[in-house]
């Protein structure tokens, strides 16, 4: 799918991370409530890693997902809704129709807000070589459609052991040195205002040169999302904690 310029809007909800499975279900809970329009966001942004496990043309893990799929593609019906690629979830062009998508080569993605330039992106856009050819490989059309048959084969064995073992994973650990890390992605590199991105799961935020650098927290930790208002060029998301029955 190709697209128009993506225009960030004011009073648009930011989620990254929230690694969504039938273990954690408090996505699908504040889905729900955008669904129903009792929060209402002017736009929806997902920043990848907001399915634990999912994976286009992979039945089982479309069929697990899929009251939170079907949610999503209905919402995309009346508000724009824009998804970019994670580790966790790819190939979204075969599981959604009406959802913008950008896969990880197109990461990441130059915006607007305003008069301001902003980049987006899930985070892994620039791992090494070694995790430049997985990420390859895992959305290969050819391996994905080999992993189909055994994993048919074997009444869905491998995806089962993927699921579990993704289970015991701590989610909200502290990156150290993290500032350092990200200045030598960055720095000197992009020419924007902000560059946002999740993947690290740090809820942090700091200068790099002229930019504004913010490290999204992973609504798998405590539920966190994000609310576009710009504070008279202070702050460009406001950070707010889903409660169901609020």
């Keep these: 799918m190709s697209h ?9 909800f930011v989620i990254a991370d ?21 929060l209402k966001p002017t736009q929806l942004i997902f920043m990848g890693d907001i399915f634990d496990a999912l994976f286009g043309g992979i039945k089982y893990t479309e069929e697990e997902n899929r009251e939170l799929i079907d949610l999503i593609e209905d919402i995309a019906g009346f ?3 824009i998804y970019f690629e994670g580790n966790h979830d790819f190939n979204l ?17 130059l915006c607007s807000y305003d008069d301001k330039k902003v980049y987006l992106a899930h985070g892994d856009f620039d791992g090494g070589f070694g995790y430049l050819v997985y ?3 895992i959305r290969n059309r050819v391996l994905l459609f080999i992993l189909r048959i055994i994993d048919n084969l074997t009444n869905n064995a491998i995806l089962k052991f993927v699921d579990k073992h993704l289970s015991k994973k701590n989610d909200c650990n502290e990156f150290t040195g993290f500032e350092s890390f990200v200045e030598n992605r960055i720095a000197n ?3 924007c ?36 208002k710009s504070f008279k060029d202070k702050e460009l998301l406001e950070e707010n904690t889903f409660s169901k029955g609020i």
């Design 189 to 191: 590199k992009y020419e």
């Design 93 to 109: 062009q075969a599981v959604f129709d009406k959802v913008k998508i950008f896969t990880i080569s197109q990461q990441p993605v």
């Design 193 to 228: 205002a902000y560059f946002i991105e999740g993947h690290y799961h740090q809820n942090r935020s700091f200068k790099v040169n002229d930019l504004t650098y913010i490290n999204l927290a992973a609504f798998a930790c405590n539920q966190r999302y994000f609310i576009v």
């Design 4 to 12: 128009n310029a993506i225009k960030i809007q004011e009073g648009a």
């Design 79 to 81: 508000i724009e809704v």
């Design 18 to 38: 929230a690694h969504y499975s039938h273990l954690r279900s408090e996505l699908l809970e504040f889905i729900k409530e955008i669904h129903s329009k009792k």
């Design 135 to 137: 990420t390859s490989l």
